[in-house]
């Protein structure tokens, strides 16, 4: 199984051109694709083209509405909940922390919570949003249950991601984590390649340790028990509670404030359910702002510079691997595994859309080994 | 070496006494017993009695100055900038915290930073104080440097706990823990208690696994080297870097924000330069506050009778085990080991304190294997 590389403009035109055909604006088309490959461009392949196939399942089975439109149900001068009738996640939540952001230009401070919407991509999209107008902005989702509470057998809360955004130079403090050990994504991408899941990650059905990907997939889709380890592993000794902890504070700003759906009772009834929380903050209402973003790249500097453990050459800070992924992409082509060129044909297909156009001679592999479930 | 159960009454007095004595007033004394006796009754023995050495000494050096005055430097009405002055952590962080309810209780939400401070204590204290005021509270605080980033093998940033406290029936959701894998207040106990530290906590001076915890605070305290680990370990396969993430975030808030000392500059020329950051927000900013005080509840109870793991009796949330604590301790005491009683020894009589007053016939070992720095 090999990749491909394509270039921006490449996958760029494809996805507009796609999400325009399912009936969305050319605005929201636009929105949409550009979070998609903010993740690509990244390096995060887990939530970028080989998600695609995700959206477009979820978009012919009618759980994502593409005319749904975003309601305000309660606001402040500080804060708004939204009810997101089921539309398109990344459509709701740029809508959402647009909000934030309005808000922390006029009142220092802007919290956003949304129920009734769909997976939305990277968390630090929206958060990178807020950074762009020199906000902080920070951005949480919760998602399909995934994650085994410490010392559980069925999962209970998500992926629960939180992402941070902070104007710094030369490079943004990134920080964009799911509170699992690792995504479900990332199992997505091991399953697609047939590798085995790595120790500490995963657990099967009867709450004993996996590295059967296809295995510990299939039975979170069919809630037959089973899933990921919060940050921190499966008990108390290495900070599992802590690891749940974290994925609690993310459930608080989606689906406990917005009175939206708790990550073990998403995707039911033929609907996401999935709940978001958007915050954006002012630095400025601190004092001086450009001395606050000097003082923190200071601080990023000091920390790139501090000594290293020995057989490691860098230490890395948040966004800094970001910035050097886009650079190196945006040269050399964003890589798409042929697993998923696959669906992306299929894609084509269903839309009616000529996939050569795009791709030119290359064919994907007729034999594909993915038998995934995306819901 | 055992352990001494005494009453919350008699660790009061004596506290509240100890504190007056030092030249705090009786309010202010009262602050700083609160924030350290919660800490024993929700059973943090880390932070508790045990920590008590540590402010007489700070005390005595001068470090931690009685009589400063918290300075607000720059306010709006959702935010705050405080100078501690070099002040107890405790009292510094109550009137930061009472601040943050204050703006949250007009605005919804108020964010306060605090530069030039000392020690605090446990972040969940001032949490739980937004708590009891119906809102949701949020501290964390910076250390003196003992996490090693990601690859590095010196201390860059501090524990760098964070806290998060909101109302639910019949425990309050309450969760106050370290962004690294332990905290340095655990290092000090299984120092004291002369056991070895668990496989995965920290490193030596050259950046190897060590289980030595004499000699990694040693190391710190000299700042030669070595420290704890993050949340998910020493590297990015089990989420090491999301550990340091975590601990950024709470840089952010505390010392970035605040342009105050981050924490591997802190504890320098005979100041404790510890920063903290609060935030409450008021949950009625996103419609009815009470609902949501109910879903939350619910989730909490899904997630305790959820089914359990192999061999496990229960799963716990966060801030159910806080709440039996003290139950336990009121009734039969709090345990104080006694290398800790032969530091209330040596306060009493420093301060020219009774200790028999308190603590009747009781005598601490006059051996003691402790030989601990507590800067």
Redesign the interface.
């Known amino acids: 199984m090999g990749y491909q590389y394509w270039s921006y403009e490449t996958l760029n035109k494809l996805c507009n051109d796609a999400f325009e055909k399912f009936g969305f604006s050319k605005e929201e088309a636009g929105i949409i694709t550009d979070v998609l490959l903010m993740s690509d461009l990244y390096g995060i392949e887990s939530h970028g083209m080989q998600r695609l196939v995700r959206y477009y399942k979820c978009i012919e089975k009618g759980m994502i509405k593409v005319d749904a439109q975003p309601e305000i ?2 606001e ?4 708004a ?1 939204i009810d997101g009738h089921d539309g398109m996640g990344q459509v709701i939540g740029h809508k959402a922390m647009e909000m934030a952001i309005q808000k922390a230009k006029t ?3 802007g ?1 956003v ?1 949304v129920r009734n919407s769909n997976h939305y991509g990277i968390a630090g999209y929206y958060a990178k949003m807020a950074c762009k107008e020199g906000l ?1 902005g920070i951005s949480c989702t919760n998602t399909n249950a995934i994650m ?7 999962a ?1 809360l998500g992926t629960n991601p939180i992402a ?1 955004a ?1 104007p710094a130079e030369p490079y943004d ?1 990134f ?1 964009d ?1 799911a ?1 699992t ?2 995504t479900r994504g990332k199992l997505e991408v091991y399953n697609k390649l047939q590798k085995p899941l ?1 120790d ?1 990650w995963a ?1 099967d059905k ?3 340790p996996s590295n059967d990907a296809a295995d510990v997939l299939g039975n979170i889709s069919a809630k037959r ?1 089973g899933g990921i380890m919060p ?4 008990t108390e ?3 599992g ?6 994925a ?2 993310c ?2 700003f989606s ?5 939206g759906t ?1 990550s ?1 009772k998403t995707g039911t009834g033929g609907r996401g359910l999935i709940c978001h929380g958007f915050m954006a ?1 002012d ?1 400025k ?4 702002a450009e ?2 973003k000097a ?2 790249s200071a ?1 990023l500097k ?2 790139r510079e ?5 057989g ?1 050459e ?5 966004g800094e691997k970001e910035v050097e992924a886009v650079a190196r992409m945006m040269k050399d082509g964003i890589p798409v595994n042929d697993n998923t060129m696959v669906e992306v044909l299929d894609l084509c297909n269903y839309l009616k859309m000529d996939f050569a156009s795009y791709f030119g001679d290359y064919q994907p592999p007729v034999e594909t080994s993915f038998k995934g479930n995306f819901y």
């Open positions: 149900l309660f402040t001068p500080v804060s909940v009142t220092g401070i919290v919570t902080m085994v509470p410490t010392y559980g057998r069925t209970m941070l902070m403090f920080f984590a509170t050990v690792v790595k500490g657990v009867n709450g004993h028990g940050l921190g592993g499966s000794e290495l900070g509670h802590k690891g749940y902890g974290y609690m504070l459930e608080i689906s406990i404030l917005s009175l708790t073990d903050i630095p209402i601190f004092g001086d001395a606050i003082h923190l601080y000091d920390l501090s000594p290293k453990a020995d490691q860098r230490i890395y800070t948040h």
